[in-house]
């Protein structure tokens, strides 16, 4: 088997153990030959021919398109290249929505379409980060084959490091006043009243170390739909973080309450957790441990191609992440 990868792979070495990074190491880490190729800074027209020729020459049996802009290239590679063995599949990790399928997400704004209608059935495969999704996701691309499929963690990256914990909570994230991130300046400023927040606000940073030396590690996303979360729950507990996480619909799929991080549902649990969990070291510190094995265990980019693969080759449907 081989692939041919169409995405953001130009960002590899600047965001190591993150999306595109994880998948390639994943694929390697499984003896699965792929060929990566960056879509971000280069021209539609030169990135057709160039696609056109690799895939001639190297005769891949899975397309895995990896973000949006690969899709309106892959539309166009299709129409002038004939392809009956390949399979192209499309792991979909930013939320947009689909042109002409009503959603009740981000009703708020005019959300950037995310794929326009002369792409209907051009993928065999879909893969998404938001579960409750599916069927819009299904309608828009005219096929049964969608399927929820989160970001994950890269344990070589992302893990528990030895060292001082000196923070008693961190929030790293943007806290711009955007509809996915809005309250979030509000929220630290309330908790702030219980204990110091380190805020590193849309930055680069040193994840694991930071996190290491967290005591708690505050989660935000203003979602409330059914599996949907951001990259920061896993890469959060694959760092072996106490994580705050507000609840969303499945969460208790994924996690146990008060074992692997500690969800709330508003400000007044998440202060009561914090002032508890920072009292109680024993117990924030078995939480921290448990994460960490959960994310090695079931939330790894291995896990995810594996996963993907098997829904491919009809050997399951199922999520393998779940408790």
Not at 221 to 234: C, G, H, I, Q, W
Request: net charge neutral.
């Amino acid at each position: 088997m081989t692939v041919l990868a169409i995405g953001l792979y130009g960002r590899i070495k600047i965001e190591p153990g993150y999306h595109e990074d994880g998948q390639l190491r994943a694929f390697k880490q499984l003896g699965i030959p792929c060929i990566p190729f960056d879509v971000e800074s280069i021209s539609d027209a030169d990135a057709i021919h160039k696609l056109s020729k690799l895939i001639r020459k190297h005769q891949p049996d899975i397309i895995l398109i990896d973000h949006k802009k690969g899709l309106k290239i892959w539309s166009d590679i299709k129409k002038s290249i004939k392809l009956d063995s390949c399979i192209s599949v499309y792991w979909m990790c930013d939320g947009r929505k689909v042109e002409g399928v009503k959603s009740p997400y981000f009703t708020k704004v005019k959300e950037p379409i995310m794929a326009p209608s002369d792409l209907k059935g051009l993928v065999d495969f879909i893969f998404i980060s938001d579960a409750y999704r599916i069927d819009e996701y299904r309608v828009g691309f005219e096929t049964d084959n969608v399927y929820w499929m989160p970001q994950a963690c890269t344990p070589k990256f992302m893990h528990k490091i030895a060292t001082t914990e000196i923070y008693d909570m961190t929030f790293a994230g943007s806290i711009a006043e955007t509809l996915v991130h809005e309250g979030r300046e509000n929220i630290i400023k309330s908790v702030s009243s219980v204990c110091k927040v380190n805020v590193i606000d849309n930055k680069k940073i040193d994840t694991p170390k930071i996190y290491s030396q967290s005591k708690l590690v505050l989660g935000m996303s203003n979602f409330n739909y059914y599996l949907t979360t951001s990259n920061r729950f896993f890469v959060g507990m694959g760092c072996g973080a106490c994580m705050m996480f507000p609840y969303f619909p499945g969460i208790d799929l994924l996690v146990e309450n008060k074992r692997h991080l500690v969800w709330w549902h508003d400000i007044d649990e998440l202060k009561a957790n914090i002032k508890y969990y920072l009292r109680n070291n024993d117990e924030r510190k078995e939480i921290q441990k448990n994460a960490e094995i959960l994310a090695h265990e079931k939330h790894t980019y291995v896990n995810r191609i594996q996963n993907m693969l098997d829904i491919i080759d009809n050997k399951t449907k199922d999520f393998y992440g779940f408790i």
